[in-house]
């Protein structure tokens, strides 16, 4: 079983057109829930991090809010510049003799038509 | 700052050739990773290191050694390729803290390794 689920796989929307992605998880102790956006041939670049239920951050039009067992990336009046792969992972505390690890979602391709 | 720097950016090998990406930071960051992303898959954690001579290994580690010699570089070694590690290779770094919570990832721009 999955430990973070990302849906949908894939969306499309028209420029102007708000949606949320979401990011569900299943970790036993989160240390930390992070957001990522990776363009076409390139590494994840960070976007926010979220630690406790009802933490929000915001930047340009993302907005990412956090629940007990989910977190949303809101998009609103997306343009095709933000047209990426968006990534969820979540950090969670060690099992005994375990060390912490941040474990990631497969991600959620996103393309704004203009 | 040039951040995380990974060499080659794209390599081809045949089945049972050896060779080693390079990953290397300059952000005197204690912490490195390696993962690998393939389709459908995300990114799955190969080895990781928290320091210099210490290293660890992640979720799928099999067919991959690493070394940590200095907190600059983390080099992730292929000692003989089958076409199974044809993927996309990401190094990622992130400063000491891990247990505060507080720090992130920054990723490399990728290798991408292509298995004959």
């Known amino acids: 079983e999955d430990q973070v689920t990302q849906s949908p796989e894939a969306l499309r929307l028209q420029e102007g057109e708000s949606s949320s992605l979401n990011c569900s998880y299943t970790v036993s102790g989160l240390r930390g829930l992070f957001w990522y956006r990776q363009d076409p041939g390139k590494g994840p670049e960070f976007l926010f991090t979220?630690?406790?239920a009802g933490e929000e951050k915001e930047k340009e039009r993302l907005k990412a809010t956090l629940t007990k067992k989910e977190s949303f990336l809101h998009i609103t009046a997306p343009k095709p510049e933000d047209s990426a792969t968006y990534l969820c992972?979540?950090?969670?505390?060690?099992?005994?003799?375990?060390?912490?690890?941040?474990?990631f979602g497969k991600g959620t391709k996103l393309t704004v038509n203009p | 700052n040039a951040g995380v720097t990974q060499t080659p950016k794209f390599q081809v090998l045949k089945t049972g050739q050896s060779m080693t990406l390079q990953c290397a930071q300059d952000?005197?960051?204690?912490?490195m990773s390696w993962y690998r992303q393939d389709p459908g898959m995300g990114l799955r954690l190969i080895h990781y290191s928290v320091g210099a001579g210490i290293t660890d290994q992640g979720e799928v580690p099999n067919g991959y050694n690493v070394s940590r010699s200095t907190t600059e570089d983390f080099p992730l070694r292929l000692l003989s390729a089958a076409p199974s590690q044809t993927s996309v290779y990401f190094c990622a770094s992130m400063s000491s803290g891990w247990t505060s919570g507080a720090n992130v990832l920054t990723f490399g721009a990728g290798s991408r390794l292509t298995v004959l």
């Open positions: 952000m005197n960051h204690e912490y």
């Open positions: 992972a979540v950090r969670e505390l060690p099992s005994q003799g375990g060390s912490e690890k941040l474990v």
């Open positions: 979220l630690y406790s």
